[in-house]
T-cell receptor, first 115, second 112 residues
Framework: GAGVSQTPSNKVTEKGKYVELRCDPI?????LYWYRQSLGQGPEFLIY????????DSGLPNDRFFAVRPEGSVSTLKIQRTERGDSAVYLC?????????????FGPGTRLTVT | GQNIDQPTEMTATEGAIVQINCTYQ??????LFWYQQHAGEAPTFLSY????GLEEKGRFSSFLSRSKGYSYLLLKELQMKDSASYLC?????????????FGAGTRLFVKA
């Protein structure tokens, strides 16, 4: 079956611009996570959705970052006034549940470069 | 706060056994995961431990000691394709118990 997909695969933007990153989770997965990963580091938690609601947004670095999942499926991560420090690979993962040992299935990521 | 420590790099020989250690400090404990990540690719799930002891899955085993805040991943009969980063990840109980914190990963190099 189809896995987690993310678009675009690469995004280059200028400092100060607004970007949107999209995640299509596996059908039926109620749990959705956003992470970002810098070179040589593990994924850094940003936000977790259970259904349509953001159950934990404690990882969002500041108010320039916002994410939505209006119908409990597709999610969009929005970054305003991008900064060079936002450059990273943004990973989305989905899971049957956020509880227990359900594995997270990761998408291929969006590589964001802010120039 | 939460903190995860694992060695930065390890090298092992094809056919051998390697153990990758992970120590953690978390606010509560709600499970520990190991993921494999090949260069330029997304992480893929290897194992999950929530109770003390050893979980075995083919060539891979994972051990957990909650009292020591310690886990290890054991890889047997190493193959060249096992060269990858291995990520230890822990879920605590703060902020609802959903947040998964990843370590920086251990880069494993398997040589012939």
């Amino acid at each position: 079956g189809a896995g987690v997909s993310q678009t675009p695969s690469n995004k280059v933007t200028e400092k100060g611009k607004y970007v949107e990153l999209r995640c299509d989770p596996i059908s039926g997965h109620t749990a959705l996570y956003w992470y970002r990963q810098s070179l040589g580091q593990g994924p850094e938690f940003l936000i977790y959705f259970q259904g349509t609601g953001a159950a934990d947004d404690s990882g969002l670095p500041n108010d320039r970052f916002f994410a939505v999942r209006p119908e409990g499926s597709v999610s969009t991560l929005k970054i305003q006034r991008t900064e060079r420090g936002d450059s990273a690979v943004y990973l989305c993962a989905s899971s049957l549940s956020g509880r227990g040992g359900y594995e997270q299935y990761f998408g291929p990521g969006t590589r964001l470069t802010v120039t | 706060g939460q903190n995860i420590d694992q060695p930065t790099e390890m090298t092992a020989t094809e056919g051998a056994i390697v153990q990758i250690n992970c120590t953690y400090q978390t606010s509560g404990f709600n499970g520990l995961f190991w993921y494999q990540q090949h260069a330029g690719e997304a992480p893929t799930f290897l194992s999950y431990n929530v109770l003390d002891g050893l979980e075995e899955k083919g060539r891979f085993s994972s051990f957990l000691s909650r009292s020591k805040g310690y886990s290890y991943l054991l890889l047997k009969e190493l193959q060249m394709k096992d060269s990858a980063s291995y990520l230890c990840a822990v879920r605590g109980t703060d902020t609802g118990g959903f947040k998964t914190i990843f370590g920086a990963g251990t880069r494993l190099f398997v040589k012939a």
